[in-house]
């Protein structure tokens, strides 16, 4: 294989460049406009209803009147917001969604109008990098939202947001650092080339998808993609808009333009991190096996084409998931990015890096290797099934249940049992309705006799 020569990047003529950005901007709006038709048009079908179907054929206007409604309704602004941060936070989002599509490879090597060039807007040598760095900063925007609105909902909403996010971006960047390490770059477009070698074990050599990431490096593209539906609030980690608890989230007292601007950087979130996993797992731009073998179909015009093959996977997927799969609790939430993805995410990169030393070094070939190793998963296994402190179980008596002992009614949680109305009645510290319980007895009393 040959290495991409990224000084192809940052020559282009300047009207090739806005050429190239005017196509990225219209792409991504059209894209997003048919994502959300796409997500109706889908969960209709597995919800066993038609979905929208009016505007226009099969509905497909309907994600642009949707827009268009939202554009010229009015725009509300609490009275005790902060003004300029609330009308901020929502474009940090957006251009944050705009900007992270300019790292990603939608094709290799073209000539377009005369000029050899790349379907891709920019490339560094710590690409991902930048990425994640520009996805940490949509981090402000869910902040900066929920303090703003001068509201307990979107503030409440704002901090669980961020707390998962947080929680979420950590296991996300050490789950690639595996990718980094077997690819020997960060640069986008020299990862997906990196895919493209022949995956060999011994004289036994595959040339085609073998060699993507997703197969090599399976605990990291699992932990990536469970990452994704945090980072983007979808179902099942879409606690930041829990209709039952928190209204719509950081977005509660926004309408208009403004709360179309989150959705609209909502949708772009999903589908920009579906291009990421099919750039650093999937293969990118690469053609599918074995199509890969056909000439006629392994052309760099159509990248794009198996590119956004592979990136509509992920999309269903997310459709898919939110279908069937209900929301969980912020403390699972929480559990489940703390205490497992980021401790198998650092450990699987450990192993990895050992691994790939091993080869380097020859280690693998060595018997006395192999024992060692051996014996430490062993003792791993071991730790993890048997070790560990043992929590005797202590039997709790039963205490009385109060649903009014805080002052507001609680449901029963577990065994408990809500008794009757005089008892609860009796048992609350609110007399105002203990007077109406006791005019209601004799009202009742003086009716029967």
Avoid at 116 to 132: I, R, S
Avoid at 157 to 165: E, K, N, Q
Wanted: proline share 6%; with cysteine.
């Amino acid at each position: 294989m040959i290495p991409l020569d990224l000084s192809l990047f940052g020559h282009d003529p300047v009207w090739l460049v806005i050429v190239k950005v005017i196509i990225w901007f219209v792409f991504i709006l059209l894209a997003t406009i048919f994502n959300v038709w796409l997500e109706r048009r889908t969960l209709g079908r597995m919800q066993q209803r038609i979905g929208p179907n009016f505007a226009g054929p099969f509905g497909l206007i309907q994600a642009l009147g949707d827009g268009l409604k939202l554009l010229f309704k009015e725009d509300v602004t609490p009275k005790l917001a902060d003004r300029f941060v609330f009308k901020l936070a929502p474009f940090i989002m957006t251009v944050v969604a705009f900007g992270t599509f300019s790292l990603i490879p939608f094709g290799g090597t073209v000539k377009m109008f005369g000029h050899q060039t790349q379907l891709q807007l920019v490339d560094t040598p710590a690409a991902v990098l930048l990425y994640l760095a520009l996805t940490s900063i949509a981090v402000y925007g869910v902040v900066l939202a929920g303090w703003s609105s001068s509201s307990t909902y979107a503030l409440l909403g704002g901090l669980r947001s961020t707390a998962s996010m947080i929680s979420y971006e950590i296991a996300m960047g050490l789950s690639l650092v595996s990718v980094f390490l077997y690819a020997g770059t960060m640069s986008t477009s020299e990862i997906v080339q990196a895919q493209a070698r022949p995956l060999q074990f011994g004289a036994a050599q595959w040339q085609g998808s073998m060699g993507w990431y997703f197969l090599l490096l399976i605990p990291s593209f699992i932990i990536y993609v469970i990452s994704m539906f945090a980072e983007t609030n979808r179902q099942p980690f879409d606690l930041p808009e829990a209709e039952g608890e928190l209204g719509s989230g950081y977005m509660t007292e926004y309408s208009g333009m403004t709360y179309a601007l989150f959705f609209l950087s909502e949708y772009i979130n999903m589908f920009m991190v579906s291009c990421v996993a099919t750039t650093l797992f999937m293969g990118g731009y690469l053609p599918i096996w074995p199509f890969n073998n056909i000439g006629v179909l392994n052309n760099p015009w159509l990248g794009p084409v198996w590119f956004l093959i592979k990136a509509y996977m992920f999309m269903f997927l997310f459709i898919w998931v939110r279908a069937t799969i209900p929301r969980i609790r912020y403390d699972q939430l929480m559990r489940l990015g703390w205490k497992w993805l980021i401790p198998v995410s650092l450990g699987w990169t450990m192993l990895v890096a050992v691994f790939r030393v091993g080869i380097a070094d020859g280690w693998l070939g060595s018997r006395g290797f192999w024992i060692t190793a051996i014996v430490v998963a062993a003792v791993l296994i071991a730790l993890l099934l048997f070790g560990g402190p043992r929590e005797t179980a202590v039997e709790e008596e039963p205490t009385a249940f109060d649903p009014y002992a805080g002052g507001y009614p609680v449901p029963p949680i577990g065994d408990q049992k809500v008794p009757g109305l005089v008892d609860v009645v009796s048992s609350a510290a609110d007399e105002p309705a203990r007077a109406v319980l006791s005019e209601t007895s004799d009202s009742q009393r003086r009716a029967d006799s």
